[in-house]
């Protein structure tokens, strides 16, 4: 019997973030209420309250679910050892991002809420600064990849290893607001494998 409460307890915590997900795309999540969750996940208010204190504890469960996930994938593609071609992991990990958002719904969903639909003000200034931790470590594993495309001089040695893994991830994260933005699919979307090609290409030394 407890399994089972358990069990019930994590699928209505699910349906409520999956409500607050729609919720925050319709509205924003400043407009947004945990009134508005509670009717669109069919709980009451106090339902939500035993799951999550407030909104941003919300916006935290999303993030996880897209995040923890992107962090492993990261691990596991850019951090691999002895291969011959370090910035073949880089171009790898960056088209199988974009590749996830074409594939799920609800990694699209929460790339729009945190990109477009968030005002990072008053009490969600603390998740910026999540944000920022998180973009300053994925920099920091980048600049180890570029670091052994140095080694197997794929790199010029002029190249500034620092500002190169700085460079590819404001180009990714640029490519991926434009990504999000484009809903019809006809400006960015539909080449954003090719850009991030071109980008790794402008990395190598000509042979």
Request: with cysteine; glycine share 4%.
């Amino acid at each position: 019997m407890a399994r089972k409460t358990k069990e019930n307890a994590e699928l209505t915590r699910q349906r409520i973030v999956d409500a607050a997900r729609q919720v925050f795309l319709e509205r924003g999540v400043a407009r947004s209420t945990m009134e508005h969750i509670a009717r669109e996940a069919g709980v009451t208010r106090g339902a939500i309250y035993w799951h999550f204190n407030n909104k941003i504890e919300l916006i935290q469960a999303m993030r996880e679910q897209v995040f923890l996930p992107l962090i492993d994938r990261m691990d596991d593609t850019l951090l691999v050892e002895g291969v011959d071609d370090p910035l073949a992991c880089i171009e790898n990990f960056l088209c199988g991002t974009i590749q996830v958002l074409m594939d799920s719904k609800e990694t699209r969903q929460t790339y729009e809420i945190m990109m477009i639909k968030c005002e990072y003000v008053d009490e969600f200034a603390m998740v910026l600064q999540q944000i920022l931790f998180n973009c300053a470590h994925i920099s920091e594993k980048l600049k180890l990849v570029y670091e052994r495309a140095r080694m197997q001089q794929l790199l010029h040695s002029s190249h500034d290893l620092v500002q190169l893994a700085i460079d590819t991830h404001l180009f990714f994260i640029g490519l991926l607001h434009m990504w999000v933005k484009d809903t019809e699919g006809n400006q960015f979307r539909h080449q954003a494998i090719e850009l991030v090609e071109a980008h790794m290409r402008l990395r190598r030394i000509s042979l």
